[in-house]
Every structure is written in C-alpha cells, then in structure tokens.
C-alpha cells in the first residue's frame, strides 16, 4: 500500500486535497504582493511613522518647568531633613519609604524598594571615642569633647550621632602629636625636606580636612607609620570671624566636627563583597581582607578642641603655606612644650552588617521603553544633611512631582523610560548605587543612556557648578540657557555661570569640570561606561575654603538652610529646573543630545596635557605619543563623520535613527577595559576615573600618570616602565576601538 507526502490512505483524495491548499496559498500570496506593491508606490513615512520618528514636543519644556515651584521644595525638605537619617537606622528606612510612597502619589508608574545587607560603622554611644590630653602620670589634662555643643533651640535631637569617622580601627593610641597639614603625599613630601631628621614613626598626626579625601589622608597616615589620625576642620578652611559663624552665619564654629567614611578603595559599595551586589547569597570576604580599610584609629575634632592641641605643640615653626587660621604658631613637633604630656585616642566605632535601602522610580517610555535615562540622589545623611544630601533629594522629588503631572494628564510620556533613584548609604562609600549597578550591570550596560546626578542642589548663591562626560555639556549649556537667573530676571543660569565661572579655554561657556569619584554617578561611569554629570548651585571660588563650611556637622540644619544659604528656594529651582530640562531632553528628542565632537576636544587637551608633563621623559626611554596621537586624530574624524550622518539622517527611519543613537551610547562604553586600571581593577575607564591620591578629584589617562607617579622614586623603576609602556599602549587601542563604535556598519 503506497502514501502520500501528507500519510494516510486514499492517494487521489490525499493529492486532490493538497492541490487545492496550493491553490489557496497562491491566490492569497498574490494578493498579499499585490498589496505590498500598491503600499510601496503610495508610501509616505511621514503619514505612516506617527510617534516613533516625530521629535520631542518643545511645548513641554515650558510646561514642565513652568510648573516646578520653590515652595514645592522647601516643603519637601522639612521632610526629610526634619531629623537625623543616618544609614541603616529606622529613620533610613522611613525617608526610603516616604520617597517610595511619594513617587507613587505623584503618578509614577512604580515605585521599588531595593534593599542591601552591607557593612556600616558606628560610634558606641555608651563608650564615646576620647582624644585626650595626658600628663606625666597618666591622668586626664584636657578631652575633647564627643558631639557639638547646640547653639540655638530647635537643633537638638537624641538621635544626633557622636563625631566618628566611618571604618575608623577600634583601638587606642598614644604618643607624641605631629602637625602634618592635609595629609597629602605633598605634605609628606615638605616634611621630608623641611623636617629630615622628623621620626614619624608611632606619631599621632593631627591634620586639616581639606584638598583631599579624608579617606586619602588616613591611608596617607598610616602609610607613613602613624599611630593614630586626628582631623579637624580649620577656620581658614571653614570659618570666619565669630559673629558671623552658625547660628549668626553660614560659618563652621568651632565646636562643629565633620563626620564621614574613610574607605578609599577603588571599589565603591559594600567593604565585603567587592564586584558583586551584596544580596544574601553573595560571598562576602573578612574584614581584615579589605586593604582599604584604615588600621589606626581616626577621628575628627572641631577647631577649638584643635587649638587646645596645637598650641601647646613643640618643634620646628611650620612653613607659611601650612598656617591655619587659628590665632597660634603652627608647629610640626613632635610632642608638647612640656613634653611628659602625650595625646592618647581611645576609639570604639566598631563596623556591623545592616540594611540600607535605594528606591527606584518608574516611569515607562512611549516608544523605548527599553532605554533609560537616569535622574539620581542619595537620601541618606550623616544627621540632618539639610545640604548634603537633602537639598538635593528636595529638588529631585519636585522635578519628579512635575514629570509625574505631565504623565498622569495624558498629555505627554517620555520617548525612553525615565527612572528616579534614591540611593542609600552614600555616605559611606558610594554603597547604595554601587550594590544596584553590581546587581543589574548587565541590563543597565545594555540599556542606559545617562546618569544624572543631583547629590546636593545647593550649597551656595553664587553660580551653577557642573561636571560630566564630554557627551553631555552642549546638553548641560542648552538646559542653562531655558532657566532664569535666580537673582536677576533679564539673565538665564547660563549667562551668570558664563559670567562668573568661564572656561578659560573657549570663553564663549562656562567652565565644566570632570567627573571624580564624590557621589553616584562613580560606578555608572567608571564601572559600566554610562556617561554621567553632578550638577549644583555652589558659592564664590573666591572665598578659597574646602566645602560649605558646615559639611558633615550637626550646624547642617533647615535653619542654615532657611536663613543663610536659599532662604528663597529660588536656587533650589534653578537647579531642579536645569536637571528637569536635561531629563526631559535626553528622553523625548529623537537623537540622543550627545556631542562626540566635545569628546574629541577633550582627548586632544587631555593628551596635551600628558605631552606637557610627561614627553620628555617618556622620550628618553623610548616611549613616543605616536601611537596614541594616531588614535586622536580617528577618534576626532569618526566624531565629524557621524554628526554629520546624524544631520542628514532619515528621521522617518526608525532603524536608521535607532542606529545612530545606539552609536551615541556605545561611545562611553567603549572607553571600559574590563581589566581595570593597575591596581584599580573595578575602575574600567580609559579616559577618565578618580586620582589615586584623592578620590575627589579627577585623573585623565589615569593608567598612565598613576605610572608615571613618582617614577624615579621607586626601586622597581624599570617594571614601572613597563607598566607605563603597556597603559601607552592600552591608551591608543581604546581610543581606536572607541572610534570605530562611531563608523558605519563595517569594521
């Protein structure tokens, strides 16, 4: 018995049916080309694209800024400045949950809760840490006090935490006090010359805070053979005449001590679980395996607890440019004038494994979902934080707020998604956004267009600050030039910043700084290559000090704010309103608003510089820019060529806008090495990433000046040529392999 193709019985039944489907098939692939010929000649993209190739509505931009209101955010910062909210406390959790359920209100799509089990430090509050004075027989003579004295009524609060540094050792130390200025490598560098015969060793250094990283300095300190680290903050650096210090002014008194973390490791985030997101399953290494963690005690004091040390001090005058602003000779010591009296530090702040908690906000792009684009702050703070970081988190829930009308009127929904992030424990290490980026790299490496941070939107009236990517600063100028002058109506942000802080290289902008490693654009930028900005209203360079005076002190209140720094909002404003606009574009225009030229530029002067400082050196051993200078110079083509692509694309071309914008995003990445700078390895970019000697600051082709860093000094010279060789090397294939993402299609 024979079959058919189909099986069964019946062969003719079998074979009539099959010509019949064949016949069915045909007429209707007949018609389906028929149809598909008729679309192609009466295609018009304009009339069948809709939404997908149409450019952001500008009428929206008017809208939302418009509708941001200063007392929106003054009410936002009693809120959450109201109390103290320190890391991985319940007040944590509750300014965690009032942002989520806030969000919600507000009308974005979600809101999520993401916690973190990681390691924070704290003082014990029932054996406060002691910097004491001891005389000969081992009795007390002076102790510093362990909190700041309350100064107006309305800032007490029992849960103000005592003054501590994050991670200090628990231990006690004593013996002879050294003056050693900030503690930078610099400082140690003119104590070898001013100082040779200065025996350092199992010294308790006392040191300004200031210039660098407290981080920085501990590891400085203890580099150098301390025994213990003392920090204060002095009035050249944070004060000023008595009656114009809190609650009078703005000014640190000198009670204030500034609290902070001193972990100062190339890998941000969670101490014991570096590289991985710290979820319960992670592997988390000991304590004593973090080389980043300081081994000497530290702790801060405010200046008047400063001055009761310094006078008394012994040894050579310190040299002019280490003077403070205390009313005494600086000295270097060591030890006192009556030299049977020594410092002791009795530190007790012991680490402990808590919950911190970042919040997510959702709103859901119209026609790229999948592409995000980042609006960040972190919302705890080392007390009331009514600058740091509440000024900023009250700006950001205003901007949110505005977003959130717009969406919930159906009248507008961004092109890409938009997301709100609040982030936990910054303060002490960057955790909070470091744990989340750990946790999603792969997607948000994938899908994130930029970072916008706002840590602390106002710590003064004088100018807008920014620093960011080079891809971002034509967006950044563009969103300055919408906002009006908080101060003056005839001028916009852009005008005044232009006017008091210019770019002393192209005077036609201000000046735009690069990223360091000082809030939660860090591990976007230098862990997964998204390009990120911080953006501020800040105070007059002029006045030569650190910080807003009060950083990091209990004299951080809503008062300070209310009454000395924004008693308006307006600045507030400004600055939400210029990080609104940026939001608001990168998400709705059709192409990103990146400028690949900028990048250029800045390679060009960021080689220069290497050229000025290094060259001659680099020449006697061989090493030439020739290579690298090669790279620039298709870095800089590939940029021309592709914004000239971009100006002549076919907007009506879905794929082929989608292409361009996904060469704009793959330009960051593309500076990442997944081998990290040497000895830096969760630092993954080129171009750009922390100083090693301050984590503030920003290095340019760090791989290459960490290198070069004091090369003759060091007896393993020759191994250091190499290292600075291979990073020469590493240099010019990543600016090339970053050109390429910019060409078309072909390799």
Same mark, same amino acid.
């Given at each position: 018995m024979s079959y058919s193709l189909l099986g069964g019985k019946h062969p003719r039944a079998k074979f009539s049916l099959f010509v019949t489907i064949l016949l069915i098939v045909g007429v209707g692939v007949g018609l389906l080309l028929g149809y598909l010929v008729a679309f192609s000649i009466h295609y018009d993209p304009e009339e069948t694209c809709g939404a997908p190739c149409e450019d952001g509505d500008e009428s929206i931009s008017s809208k939302l800024l418009s509708s941001m209101e200063a007392e929106n955010i003054r009410g936002f910062l009693k809120d959450v400045a109201g109390k103290p909210h320190l890391a991985g406390t319940e007040a944590d959790l509750d300014t965690a949950e009032y942002i989520r359920d806030t969000w919600l209100e507000q009308g974005l799509d979600s809101a999520t809760v993401y916690p973190y089990k990681v390691?924070?430090?704290?003082?014990?509050?029932?054996?406060?840490?002691?910097?004491?004075?001891?005389?000969?027989?081992?009795?007390?003579?002076?102790?510093?006090?362990?909190?700041?004295?309350?100064?107006?009524?309305?800032?007490?609060?029992?849960?103000?935490?005592?003054?501590?540094?994050?991670?200090?050792?628990?231990?006690?130390?004593?013996?002879?006090?050294?003056?050693?200025?900030?503690?930078?490598?610099?400082?140690?560098?003119?104590?070898?010359?001013?100082?040779?015969?200065?025996?350092?060793?199992?010294?308790?250094?006392?040191?300004?805070?200031?210039k660098i990283f407290r981080g920085n300095k501990a590891l400085n300190a203890q580099g150098h053979g301390a025994a213990g680290l003392i920090l204060y903050s002095d009035p050249k650096d944070y004060g000023s005449s008595e009656d114009e210090t809190y609650p009078n002014g703005w000014w640190l008194p000198g009670t204030g001590a500034q609290r902070g973390n001193l972990h100062a490791s190339d890998f941000k985030g969670d101490p014991l679980t570096p590289g991985y997101p710290s979820k319960d399953s992670t592997f988390r290494i000991d304590e004593d395996e973090n080389p980043y963690l300081p081994t000497i005690p530290v702790h801060p004091i405010g200046y008047d607890d400063a001055l009761a040390l310094l006078r008394e001090m012994d040894g050579d005058e310190a040299p002019s440019s280490w003077q403070g602003g205390l009313n005494i000779t600086y000295k270097l010591g060591p030890g006192f004038v009556d030299s049977d009296r020594k410092v002791r530090m009795d530190i007790h702040t012991s680490n402990d494994q808590r919950w911190t908690y970042n919040v997510i906000g959702f709103i859901r792009g119209a026609v790229e979902p999948d592409r995000y684009v980042l609006v960040g702050n972190h919302h705890d703070a080392w007390i009331y934080g009514s600058v740091d970081p509440s000024s900023g988190t009250a700006a950001m829930l205003e901007i949110s707020r505005a977003f959130g009308e717009l969406v919930k009127s159906d009248d507008w929904r961004p092109r890409r998604s938009v997301l709100f992030c609040t982030w936990g424990a910054e303060e002490y290490g960057l955790i909070g956004s470091t744990e989340w980026v750990e946790e999603f790299a792969k997607n948000l490496g994938a899908r994130s267009v930029a970072y916008l941070n706002i840590d602390s939107a106002v710590n003064g009236d004088w100018s807008l600050r920014a620093k960011s990517s080079p891809l971002l600063r034509q967006a950044i100028f563009n969103a300055a030039k919408k906002v009006t002058d908080p101060k003056d109506s005839s001028k916009t942000v852009f005008d005044t910043w232009l006017e008091r802080i210019p770019d002393y290289d192209n005077y036609v902008v201000p000046y735009i700084s690069n990223l360091g490693s000082g809030s939660d654009f860090a591990p976007f930028m230098y862990r997964i290559g998204v390009p990120g900005l911080d953006i501020r209203y800040t105070y007059d360079n002029s006045l030569g000090i650190s910080s807003y005076p009060t950083y990091h002190t209990a004299?951080?209140?809503?008062?300070?704010?209310?009454?000395?720094?924004?008693?308006?909002?307006?600045?507030?404003?400004?600055?939400?309103?210029?990080?609104?606009?940026?939001?608001?574009?990168?998400?709705?225009?059709?192409? !990103?608003? +990146?400028?690949?030229? #900028?990048? @250029?530029?800045?390679?060009?002067? &960021?080689? /220069?510089?290497?050229?000025? =400082?290094?060259?001659?050196?680099?020449?006697?051993?061989? !090493?030439? +820019?020739?290579?690298? #200078?090669? @790279?620039?110079?298709?870095?800089? &083509?590939? /940029?021309?060529?592709?914004? =000239?692509?971009?100006?002549?694309?076919?907007?009506?071309? !879905?794929?082929?806008?989608?292409?361009?914008?996904?060469?704009?995003?793959?330009?960051?990445? /593309?500076?990442?090495?997944?081998?990290?700078?040497?000895?830096?390895?969760?630092?993954?970019?080129?171009?750009?990433?922390?100083?090693?000697?301050?984590?503030?600051?920003?290095?340019?082709?760090?791989?290459?000046?960490?290198?070069?860093?004091?090369?003759?000094?060091?007896?393993?010279?020759?191994?250091?040529?190499?290292?600075?060789?291979?990073?020469?090397?590493?240099?010019?294939?990543?600016?090339?392999?970053?050109?390429?993402?910019?060409?078309?299609?072909?390799?």
């Open positions: 390691l924070l430090s704290y003082p014990d509050e029932d054996n406060p840490n002691k910097v004491q004075i001891l005389n000969s027989d081992g009795t007390v003579n002076y102790t510093c006090a362990d909190i700041e004295q309350s100064l107006r009524p309305g800032d007490e609060d029992p849960d103000i935490v005592k003054q501590f540094n994050a991670y200090s050792a628990a231990k006690m130390s004593e013996g002879d006090l050294v003056y050693v200025n900030y503690a930078r490598v610099e400082d140690f560098d003119t104590l070898a010359i001013e100082a040779p015969n200065l025996n350092l060793t199992d010294k308790i250094f006392i040191a300004r805070y200031g004299y951080e209140t809503l008062y300070l704010m209310e009454e000395f720094i924004d008693p308006t909002f307006t600045h507030h404003l400004a600055t939400g309103r210029v990080m609104a606009e940026l939001a608001r574009n990168i998400s709705d225009s059709l192409i !990103i608003p +990146f400028n690949c030229n #900028d990048y @250029a530029t800045k390679l060009n002067e &960021s080689v /220069a510089s290497l050229k000025s =400082n290094y060259e001659e050196d680099m020449k006697n051993k061989g !090493i030439t +820019f020739d290579t690298i #200078d090669s @790279a620039v110079v298709n870095f800089t &083509s590939a /940029a021309n060529a592709l914004h =000239n692509t971009i100006n002549t694309v076919d907007r009506h071309d !879905i794929l082929a806008v989608r292409a361009v914008n996904d060469q704009l995003m793959s330009v960051e990445r /593309a500076f990442i090495d997944p081998l990290g700078l040497p000895d830096r390895q969760f630092l993954r970019h080129i171009v750009f990433a922390p100083s090693s000697t301050n984590s503030y600051s920003s290095a340019t082709f760090p791989g290459i000046v960490d290198a070069m860093f004091k090369i003759d000094e060091d007896p393993n010279e020759d191994e250091r040529w190499k290292t600075v060789e291979q990073q020469m090397s590493v240099a010019a294939l990543t600016i090339q392999a970053a050109a390429t993402t910019m060409t078309d299609y072909q390799l």
